[in-house]
């Protein structure tokens, strides 16, 4: 078996914290020796449901067992000085830290990381928060809720009259996880510019979900309204529908993908209809549409519907629950699934999803009882890194090339991070197809108005990177892009799974041309199978992967979260991905093929429902807005038009407080409600008291009062009023920028902040306009003369401007 990419690094992990367990996971499961610190009995979440029989007596997570496979753990108490003394002498000999720890601990504790730098210049340290280590919420409490509603992602989902929806948690571990792990693995790649201190905000992490909207908003002024449950976005159809079997997905946009719907339903002169020829006509009169084309749904199934759309093109996906996710083929045949265990329990989760062909990660495998490795004598590691990193060092991927031949959403977001960390990135398009994040419509004035150059969305995508045109339906343009890949370290696609190889241009092909490559692809359901013909966006993903069967209200329809949950989460994997063959490639000296099923990077998300049903054999009940360990906890009314707090109550303390913030001494000295048991049983009757007090009070008013006397509590942002957020513009998030064609803008920042520094790293190129660096880069890197170049403008192989439809010869279609 080939060796692992990381099994040369150690990871220590101390705090507690399912994002500090996730990116510690994609350590251990990729090889690295992870030693994971707990306090003395366990750390705490050994006790959250789903809980597994460990046997012996012993009753433990499934979920922190998942997070924690292939680590070790030993149990110290970091008040002690003699417990601190060991872990600091482990550390000694150990590459990164990971620390979970709160901002405002580390500095009073008897391990910090000024004194660590200073005695270790060579250790490598990743602080991960809530909210990062400056501005006003760094102190504050939260939870994966409180989280997600100030970073604009529960405002805009669920019912028009609310309220708004929240998902289970466990995503949040996932995006900031992944977030996390990416900069942290970039820094030990280039240790040889010193080991680098990395501080994390989960918010900052959540606010890649929520970047397309807030793009939306400023751009047109306004934040599209929340219209009711899986009502979303610009287009229609899009959302759940019952068929006459089963819940089918469904992702309109394109007039050809409108134009195919209606022929799969048997009607294709509803294309035209005056009031559904474009999406926003569609959107306007949706009920009417929904009327017609529902009935027609409910006579077949829908695994039927789900094959016609691969044939016809159109993104759809069987929406399924989570006993049917477990029994699909396509994940059993790709091995998406695999065993956890933990003492006698063995149980069913999701495997990593960055498919590195020649490397693949572990499959899930042994978690550790707390204190399982006291007393091992762990074998002398020699770190590579010697000193810190200072300001004056270049990024740690400074040096490396990749070809980016990603459109849209995920695939220019997983190389906007490596661009972001130092890595050249050149983004290639053609003036036939220009990047579809450019714009979806090519009529009205996208080609005489050039808006195709004004899009917000796309600037956010695509900062950081070089771009030029080349047309690769042409021999001419197919060589340009293979003397490109000679030199490149790296290529990635996010094309339809049959784009690339019907042009010569596959994975195999590519690595003929450098086996030094790292091939990245990322169609929806990756290379092969039955699925990868699939088309789909960031809303099939989330279909395809269950994830609307377990969130919502039990009787709703499976409930999306109004956003295209799979292009974030899709990039964020993508990126952790080509790190890991970055690694792999400096081990071994060749390249290989990661195969990413975008649909794959989405199934953690499900994790915590996926043990349940494996341990249970059934997944639990939906509970809306709803904690299975927090009472109360949800999402309130305020005072205003559609004002919104999220609060949550973890402890009985907690209780307390919240009693005396809403001024009820009655209900803080019944004795029914002193637990949070007790509570459970009144949970109508404390929401109704709860929503008394919140419907008095300005949400940002009721979320300062909360956050002082210790109660995780956050305002529900629009992702429109993310712009203003007081903390995120004090932490430099926000980064003003002039381009041309769109003017004076805003754009978003990392989500980490290297050592001390309170501000993001600046962003150093705006994103290209169309084919902006042409000469530039033909030039630089393949030495043609301005003849050349100029002879490749005259044949249209490469240009800085779109060609319109009916100049077109054959042409990729857009993935």
């Known amino acids: 078996m080939p060796s692992l990419p990381l099994s040369k690094l150690r990871v220590v992990e101390i705090g507690s914290g399912d994002t500090l367990d996730y990116c510690g996971k994609l350590f251990s499961d990729f090889g690295a020796e992870v030693i994971k610190i707990e306090p003395p009995g366990g750390d705490v979440a050994r006790q959250f449901a789903p809980m597994v029989d460990a046997g012996g007596g012993r009753r433990e997570s499934g979920y922190f067992a998942w997070l924690n496979t292939n680590k070790r753990s030993i149990t110290a108490d970091l008040d002690r000085p003699e417990d601190v003394a060991r872990v600091r002498a482990l550390l000694m000999q150990s590459d990164l830290l990971l620390d979970g720890r709160s901002p405002q601990s580390i500095p009073a504790s008897l391990l910090t990381h000024d004194a660590l730098r200073q005695e270790q210049p060579g ?12 501005g006003p919420y760094s102190n504050y409490e939260a939870t994966d809720s ?22 289970r948690d466990g995503q949040i571990a996932v995006m900031a996880g992944l977030t996390a792990f990416i900069p942290s693995l970039a820094g030990l790649y280039g240790h040889a510019t010193g080991a680098r201190r990395f501080a994390v905000s989960a918010q900052e992490a959540m606010l890649q979900i929520s970047e397309f909207d807030t793009g939306l908003a400023l751009e047109i002024g306004f934040t599209r309204p929340r219209i009711a449950i899986n009502r979303f976005g610009r287009g229609y159809p899009v959302g759940t529908f019952p068929t006459r079997d089963g819940w089918l ?71 399924p629950d989570m006993e049917e996710l477990l029994k699909q083929d396509y994940y059993r045949e790709r091995g998406a699934f695999a065993k956890v265990e933990i003492g006698a329990a063995s149980f069913d989760a999701p495997v990593l999803p960055q498919y590195l062909t020649q490397s693949r990660p572990l499959p899930n495998g042994v978690a550790p009882f707390a204190g399982e490795h006291d007393g091992i004598a762990f074998p002398e590691h020699h770190r590579t890194a010697t000193r810190a990193a200072t300001p004056d060092d270049a990024l740690p991927l400074k040096g490396l090339r990749i070809i980016d031949l990603t459109m849209g959403w995920a695939g220019p977001s997983a190389t906007r991070q490596m661009g972001d960390l130092g890595a050249e990135v050149i983004k290639i398009e053609s003036c036939q197809y220009p990047d579809w994040f450019r714009g979806t ?19 956010q995508m695509n900062r950081n990177k070089r771009g030029i045109t080349l047309n690769l339906t042409t021999e001419t343009g197919r060589t340009l892009l293979k003397r490109l890949l000679a ?5 990635i696609d996010n094309y339809a799974a049959d784009v690339l190889p019907r042009m010569g241009l596959g994975p195999q092909a590519m690595l003929k041309i450098n086996p030094r490559l790292v091939v990245v692809t990322m169609p929806a359901f990756g290379m092969t199978g039955p699925w990868s013909g699939v088309r ?10 269950g994830l609307p069967s377990v969130t919502g209200r039990e009787g709703d329809a499976p409930t999306m979260l109004h956003a295209a949950l799979g292009d974030p989460f899709g990039g964020v994997s993508a990126a952790a991905a080509l790190m890991l063959g970055f690694v792999q490639q400096r081990n071994t000296g060749t390249g290989q093929h990661i195969d990413l099923s975008a649909v794959e990077a989405l199934l953690p998300l499900v994790a ?60 803080a000295a019944d004795p029914v409600l002193a637990t949070a048991k007790g509570r459970r049983t009144e949970e109508d009757s404390i929401e109704v008291a709860v929503r008394q007090w919140t419907v008095t009070v300005r949400p940002d008013l009721a979320m300062v009062t909360l956050q002082a006397h210790g109660i995780p509590a956050g305002t529900a942002r629009l992702p429109g009023d993310l712009a203003g957020d007081p903390h995120l513009m004090q932490v430099g998030h926000w980064q003003p920028a002039v381009r041309p064609f769109m003017g004076p803008h805003l754009l978003p920042s990392v989500a980490y902040r290297e050592g001390n520094n309170p501000l993001p790293y600046a962003i150093t190129r705006l994103a290209p306009t169309l084919g902006q660096h042409n000469a530039e880069v033909l030039r630089e890197l393949l030495g043609l003369s301005d003849a050349e170049i100029e002879e490749l403008r005259t044949t249209e192989i490469i240009g800085d401007t779109a060609v319109s439809a009916t100049k077109k010869a054959s042409a990729i279609p857009a993935p």
């Open 249 to 319: 997905g469904i992702t309109v946009v394109t007039p050809a993908q409108w134009a195919a719907f209606c022929v799969m339903i048997g009607m294709p002169e509803l294309e035209h209809q005056p009031n559904y020829a474009d999406s926003l006509l569609r959107t306007t009169h949706w009920p009417a549409l929904l009327e017609i084309f529902q009935p027609v749904l409910m006579q077949q199934t829908a695994n039927y519907w789900f094959e016609r759309g691969i044939e016809l093109r159109i993104p759809l996906a069987v929406v």
């Open 608 to 667: 915590p429902s996926v043990i349940e049903q494996s341990v249970t054999g059934k997944s639990g009940p939906r509970i809306g807005t709803r904690h299975p360990r927090f009472v109360p906890n949800g999402c309130f009314p305020c005072l205003g038009e559609d004002q919104w707090i999220t609060l949550a109550v973890r402890s009985d303390a907690e209780w307390q407080a919240l009693c005396t913030v809403m001024h009820r001494p009655d209900l």
């Open 536 to 545: 789909a966006y960031g809303s099939t993903l989330e279909q395809a992967c």
């Open 123 to 134: 250790l490598a340290i990743t602080a991960i928060s809530w909210f990062g280590e400056h």
């Open 487 to 491: 030199d490149a370290d790296a290529v």
């Open 146 to 167: 409180v989280c997600r509603a100030l970073s604009g992602n529960v405002k805009l989902v669920g019912p028009k009259d609310g309220p708004p929806v929240l998902p």
């Open 441 to 459: 419509d090519p009529r009205g004035p996208y080609h005489s108005e050039r808006t195709y150059e004004k899009t917000y969305w796309f600037q």
